[in-house]
């Protein structure tokens, strides 16, 4: 079975009525990025902090995983799949995908703001005053601007050894997330659909002009009618 992994950004999730910062210059949900996603926000307004995650996670309640996050889910019967995502929400989940790796954190996890890998599934909200096993605050398992990507040498491992990537619904301006396209093999064919695709300097690309869900449907039927 061929290994395709699929390295998904905000746009998948953009169509389920989750916002992207991007798409509203710097602002994220009504939030500067940098006072909500970066340690220096957290250092200067913990609670500030905690109140927009705790937002998003609440919204988690309130959306669906669309069609592109199904036709995704969807491709594992057909291929050794992996999701590498930017997206912090769980709809890739919802939608029945099984192996994937959250580049950036998830909401529904939390972490103690001392030791990194003291992680904690996490339903309600957090407020301060919520501590780890070892009395410290906990934080949202968010990796913000300016902290290292944990997850990035398991993401190069598998793009590196994948026979298909797709890039769908991501700016391809988030580094290192934005990196992983140059670990693909040589001859490798690398389909990137988003409505506005940056350039790519690479042959090996094929650009799908469309939105998650028009994008996804339209390789997905290419995908099938290869094998």
């Not at 609440?58 to 050794?80: D, T």
């Not at 103690?112 to 605050?137: C, F, H, K, M, T």
């Not at 619904?169 to 997330?177: D, E, L």
Request: net charge negative.
């Amino acid at each position: 079975m061929q290994k395709l992994v699929v390295l998904s950004g905000a746009g998948v999730s953009a169509e389920s009525g989750i916002n992207t910062f991007r798409d509203a210059d710097g602002l994220w949900e009504g939030y500067d990025v940098m006072e909500v996603a970066s340690p220096q926000g957290w250092e200067k307004n913990p609670a500030l902090v905690l109140d927009f995650y705790n937002q998003r996670r609440r919204q988690l309640k309130s959306v669906l995983p669309n069609k592109a996050h199904r036709l995704i889910a969807e491709l594992e019967h057909h291929f050794e799949v992996n999701v590498i995502t930017q997206n912090v929400d769980n709809l890739h989940e919802r939608a029945g995908s099984t192996n994937i790796l959250h580049l950036h954190g998830e909401l529904k996890k939390v972490r103690s703001v001392r030791n990194e890998s003291l992680i904690l599934p996490w339903e309600g909200d957090i407020v301060l005053g919520d501590l780890a096993s070892d009395n410290q605050q906990l934080r949202p398992h968010i990796v913000w601007f300016g902290e290292a990507v944990p997850a990035m040498e398991k993401a190069m491992h598998l793009v590196a050894n994948c026979d298909i990537c797709i890039i769908v619904g991501t700016s391809m301006q988030v580094y290192p997330a934005a990196g992983l396209v140059d670990f693909v093999g040589a001859s490798k064919p690398i389909y990137y659909i988003d409505p506005n695709p940056a350039y790519i300097q690479n042959s090996q690309v094929q650009v799908i002009k469309h939105k998650a869900t028009k994008g996804m449907e339209i390789l997905f039927n290419k995908l099938i009618d290869t094998l």
